[in-house]
């Protein structure tokens, strides 16, 4: 097939050209993916799309094609999917690795994924897990053998999907971000039943909540969260949108402290979040941040409300068990 007919639809002109249906667009990005579409091409057509706005019909069409080219997840699929996908030029530490781990103590098993770009070295997710306790897997195999044993893994875009990683960079060329870094967010590698994403801007949580509609997410929260993580700012109230039982949802969710705080207010350091976890650190703005993005990945799953103050409280009991 050719690929220059999809560069046609987006690009004819006032009044003629028009977005991508879903099939259209899962028939693209498989031809991307294949690596039969020229560079030039999908760099125009992902240009395209961005001058136009994405549609949910081309991030879900674009997440069914990606998910056709992952290995199969070994095993039981883990019940939370948490993508990290930010670049979090404006964040501090990354808190919500703790609130991921409380969800993963209540019996919830969590696969976070990510790569992020233009991080502060302070506020790298990666270099913060060794701190939050959380082990990085080298594979799908892998990650799925640490669910297994801790309940939690994180595994890098790099480990199972190096080509998404390749359209994600073109970012560095074309100096813009794409619908790539929208369909990473969705695309849920390990088919999870619940799902949890974060934005920077405000008008993707609709895009990201139709797309899961479209893809028959069954539960799905997503939020402008830190950094464009999923991680709550609790001096503020909340917009939340997703889907619930597979079809869309809205709600909020009340401040919680009437202190007010920018998350990087202060300089991070990533051995803070294991202060924090210890009890060696009284940061009750932080702790309220784990605690209100932990709150809302558990209602996600299902858990009913209140479950994250008890696991905090009993974290260190568990962790013994």
Known sequence: MSFAPYVRILGRGPGRSRSLTQEEAREAMALI???EAAPEAVGALLMLMRFRGETAGEVAGFVEAARATLAPWPGAAPALDWPSYAAGRTR???????????????????LLHGWNSHQKAAASVRAALPAAGIA???????ASEVIARDGIAYLPL??????LLELLRLRDVLGLRSAVNTVLRVLNPARAP????????PPYRDLQADACDLLGQPAMTVLKGGGGEFERHPS?????????????????????????RRLADEAPD?????????????DDFARAIVL??????????GFAPGLAQELWANRHAARAA
């Open 136 to 142: 990085e897997a080298g594979s799908m195999e892998e």
């Open 292 to 301: 209100g993005t932990a709150e809302l990945a558990l209602e996600t799953c």
């Open 33 to 35: 993916l294949s690596g």
């Open 92 to 110: 501090g530490l990354p808190w919500f690795l703790l609130s991921a781990r409380l969800v993963a103590q209540a019996g919830a098993p969590v």
């Open 194 to 201: 619940a799902a949890v994403q974060g934005v920077f801007h």
């Open 158 to 163: 790099e480990a199972f999907a190096p080509r």
């Open 236 to 260: 503020k109230e909340i917009a939340l949108f997703g889907t619930r039982g597979g079809t869309r949802w809205e709600a909020s969710a009340p401040a919680l402290e009437e202190e007010t």
């Open 270 to 282: 990533p051995s803070d979040l294991a202060r924090l976890w210890r009890g060696e650190s009284e």
